[in-house]
Nanobody
């Protein structure tokens, strides 16, 4: 059974930083594209960033230059370093693994940016 467990969310002041982690079990992590999505109240879930196994990355325009996605295939873990956080970054953040025919989701971790 595949499980994705996110951690690292919390409450941070505007301008602060957080680092999210996503650890996978029950599958070969390196086979998948890993993505971070977020969903704010009343809004649709949106892609924040993604990274291929070889390290190619993609970012939403709203987070470019502030967020960095990375992965350690040996540890079955992916990361999202979030700097210069803004109140509009407040959302539940979800980790996602995408294969050729299947996708897996984590349970989500809350990020709240507020003074």
């Amino acid at each position: 059974q595949v499980q994705l467990v996110e951690s690292g969310g919390g409450l941070v002041q505007p301008g602060g930083s957080l680092r999210l982690s996503c650890t996978a079990s029950g599958t070969i992590f390196s086979l998948y594209v890993m993505g971070w999505y977020r969903q704010a109240p009343g809004k649709q879930r949106e892609l924040v960033a993604s990274i291929r196994s070889a390290g190619n990355t993609n970012y939403a325009d709203s987070v470019k230059g502030r967020f960095t996605i990375s992965r350690d295939n040996a540890k079955n873990t992916g990361y999202l370093q979030m700097n210069s956080l803004k109140p509009e970054d407040t959302a539940v953040y979800y980790c996602n693994l995408i294969g050729t025919t299947i996708a897996y989701w984590g349970q989500g971790t809350q990020v709240t940016v507020s003074s």
